[in-house]
């Protein structure tokens, strides 16, 4: 298993970090992907990568995070981008749910966080809460100024919540979608069903940690090693047997962000 978005460098992990990660090596959890938020996370993840190899990380700047988003972010991203573990562009998008940063400053960053990701050839992670209508043309424009030879590795919609109708968009385009903790959740019906319809090659599962802790472990701080029960719902959706339901969302994992066997 791959847990594909995990924020393991945030402060909740301080007092044993060590041990969530011997827990989801326990589980069976492969690898992991630590999406930054801002500069200050970009480079805490980066250190983790040196001392975990299994982590990778994606360099970004969140919706949320973007009050003074200028051409110098650009540059330091750029610059991060390149270095050895960075496997995408992320965790970027748009937030209209949080009062944090005005949506007019939220989309030039955006965009210029898409233009970045297209020049350094990485997949992007995206955040959307609420922002559907305005995030979509975005991500449809991205997804047809690629190169023919990344068409196939776009990026993800992390924690996916949003309606049917947009599922149905990204994965047109051919973004990945990724399920967190929520699916598993007793009224999550309607997401479940979406979840039953995206196609097997574009499933994702994630934690999402320190947040979204799956149904039986709901109200706590999530961890890596909980992935088994994400994984567990979706196989249950899709009339697979978890170690296939493990086998399929690893390898789009490793197809998407182009990593090692």
């Known amino acids: 298993m791959i847990d594909t978005h995990c924020h393991l460098d945030f402060d909740s992990f301080n007092e044993d970090r060590e041990q969530v990660f011997e827990r989801a090596r326990l589980a069976g959890v492969k690898s992991i992907i630590i999406p930054a938020v801002d500069l200050k996370s970009c480079e805490a993840a980066l250190s983790m990568h040196l001392r975990w190899p299994q982590v990778n ?21 750029r610059e991060l981008a390149g270095q050895p573990g960075v496997v995408a562009v992320g965790e970027i998008g748009l937030d209209y ?5 005005p949506p007019d400053v939220q989309r030039p960053a955006l965009r210029s966080q898409l233009r970045l990701a297209a020049e350094c050839n990485l997949p992007v992670i995206i955040h959307n ?9 975005l991500l449809t424009h991205h997804a047809r100024s690629l190169s023919p030879t990344m068409r196939d590795r776009v990026g993800v919609l992390h924690s996916f919540s949003a309606p049917c109708d ?27 069903s979406i979840a039953r319809q995206v196609p097997l090659e574009r499933l994702l599962v994630e934690t999402d940690a320190p947040f979204l802790a799956p149904a039986p472990k709901r ?15 979706l196989a249950d959706l899709h009339d ?9 969302t690893e390898e789009n994992a490793r197809r998407l962000f182009n990593l090692p066997d």
């Open 57 to 77: 990380v994606a360099v970004g700047i969140h919706p949320n995070s973007c009050q003074d988003f200028d051409d110098a972010c650009v540059e330091a991203l």
């Open 219 to 233: 109200g706590k701080r999530n961890e890596p090693s909980w992935l088994p029960y994400i994984v567990n719902r």
């Open 166 to 192: 947009v599922a149905r968009q990204a994965l047109d385009h051919g973004y990945y979608l990724g399920f967190t903790g929520p699916v598993t959740f007793p009224r999550a019906e309607e997401l479940r």
């Open 97 to 101: 749910y949080r009062d944090r940063c």
């Open 129 to 137: 809460r609420e922002a559907a209508a305005d995030l979509l043309p």
């Open 240 to 248: 697979l047997s978890s170690e296939k339901m493990a086998q399929i």
